[in-house]
């Protein structure tokens, strides 16, 4: 699923700020230290807190860490090093990830409906560009709702991004019901048996309590059409905003059952732990990571390729 090296950026490439930052000092960790003692474990507790995977994700680790070296007897760095790896690679084992395809595939009335959700400035209308882009290269049949109808700009954005990848787009007006829209795009793809439905929505923040419950509306409006609709509800995440991805988390899914995320701007931020903690968390898998600007730019998230990547 991963791009070819060479012709696209490698997946270390991508995470490069938070291979350098995070390995790095784990490793300077262990060139200094061969025999284990208080210091390390304090080391490594300041090291996972700075590369953002969270207090409650680090505390635990720091706790199995701690637990294992008491039971294991640990005395050599190297094998605490082996022990974090495997303790961070653990943490995402009990999160079921099903790919996105397969899930549209096994979908036996058409079309499977993503609803797209996020604040606003995180890559969410440039995701949604890219997500079409993507499932179009994979042959399914898409169509886009503009339900963001908050600002006009989102609407021109989310056009331009249509008329790019090539995928119908279903729009209103500027202040039009959004859950209109998204009863037109659900008619629409119904209709046209496409799919897939990508639904875009106003960018919410958790202090705007009317937009928060409109997406409990759309998403009753949209049972009138499809009664399993929408299948999926996708977070969109800024890497770089660190702790306030984890707020963003609890308050979307307070409104709605979010099921999957896609984490954006990976390639700019040191702290890619982010994933790690939110995974840990929520229980809410990541299904893709956003790696930059281009059309091409979105990747599968691999659990154990993303893991990989910080040792």
């Given at each position: 699923m991963?791009?070819?090296?060479?012709?696209?950026?490698?997946?270390?490439?991508?995470?490069?700020?938070t291979?350098?930052?995070?390995?790095?000092?784990?490793?300077?960790?262990?060139?200094?230290?061969s025999k284990?003692?208080?210091?390390?474990?304090?080391n490594?507790?300041?090291?996972?807190?700075?590369?953002?995977?969270?207090t409650k994700t680090?505390?635990?680790?720091?706790?199995?860490?701690?637990?294992?070296?008491?039971?294991?007897?640990?005395?050599?760095?190297?094998?605490?090093?082996?022990?974090?790896?495997?303790?961070?690679?653990?943490?995402?084992?009990?999160?079921e990830?099903?790919?996105?395809?397969k899930?549209i595939?096994?979908?036996?009335?058409?079309?499977?409906?993503?609803?797209?959700?996020?604040v606003?400035?995180?890559?969410?209308?440039?995701?949604?560009?890219?997500?079409a882009?993507?499932?179009?290269?994979?042959?399914?049949?898409?169509?886009?709702?503009?339900?963001?109808?908050?600002?006009?700009?989102?609407i021109?954005?989310?056009?331009?991004?249509s008329?790019k990848v090539?995928?119908?787009?279903?729009?209103?007006?500027?202040?039009a019901?959004?859950?209109s829209?998204a009863?037109?795009t659900?008619?629409?793809?119904?209709s046209?048996k496409?799919d897939?439905?990508?639904?875009?929505?106003?960018?919410r923040?958790?202090?705007r309590?009317?937009?928060?419950?409109?997406?409990?509306?759309?998403?009753r409006?949209m049972k009138?059409i499809?009664?399993?609709?929408p299948?999926?509800i996708?977070?969109?995440l800024?890497?770089?905003?660190?702790q306030?991805?984890?707020?963003?988390?609890?308050?979307?899914s307070?409104?709605?059952?979010?099921?999957?995320?896609?984490?954006?701007?990976?390639?700019?931020?040191a702290?890619?732990?982010?994933?790690?903690?939110?995974?840990?968390?929520f229980?809410?898998?990541i299904q893709?990571?956003?790696i930059?600007?281009?059309?091409?730019?979105?990747?599968?998230?691999?659990?154990?390729?993303?893991?990989?990547?910080?040792?």
């Amino acid at each position: 699923m991963f791009l070819k090296k060479g012709k696209n950026k490698t997946f270390n490439h991508e995470l490069k700020k938070t291979t350098e930052s995070f390995f790095s000092k784990i490793k300077n960790i262990f060139l200094k230290k061969s025999k284990i003692d208080i210091n390390v474990i304090d080391n490594i507790e300041e090291i996972l807190l700075s590369s953002d995977i969270g207090t409650k994700t680090t505390i635990k680790i720091i706790n199995n860490l701690e637990k294992r070296i008491q039971k294991e007897k640990y005395n050599h760095s190297q094998e605490i090093y082996t022990f974090l790896k495997k303790e961070i690679e653990n943490l995402f084992i009990d999160i079921e990830n099903v790919c996105l395809e397969k899930k549209i595939i096994k979908n036996n009335k058409k079309p499977y409906v993503i609803l797209i959700v996020g604040v606003n400035g995180v890559g969410k209308t440039t995701s949604i560009g890219k997500l079409a882009y993507f499932l179009k290269k994979k042959g399914f049949h898409l169509l886009i709702g503009a339900a963001d109808t908050f600002r006009a700009a989102a609407i021109d954005q989310l056009e331009i991004w249509s008329n790019k990848v090539g995928v119908p787009l279903i729009k209103q007006h500027m202040d039009a019901d959004p859950a209109s829209v998204a009863y037109d795009t659900l008619q629409s793809a119904k209709s046209k048996k496409k799919d897939v439905v990508l639904i875009d929505t106003a960018g919410r923040l958790q202090n705007r309590i009317s937009l928060m419950e409109e997406l409990s509306k759309i998403s009753r409006v949209m049972k009138k059409i499809i009664p399993e609709s929408p299948h999926e509800i996708m977070l969109i995440l800024d890497a770089t905003t660190g702790q306030n991805a984890f707020e963003q988390v609890r308050q979307f899914s307070s409104f709605v059952k979010v099921s999957s995320i896609i984490l954006t701007k990976m390639e700019g931020t040191a702290k890619g732990g982010v994933g790690i903690g939110i995974m840990n968390q929520f229980k809410i898998p990541i299904q893709y990571l956003g790696i930059g600007e281009k059309i091409e730019d979105l990747k599968v998230f691999d659990g154990k390729k993303f893991i990989d990547s910080f040792f």
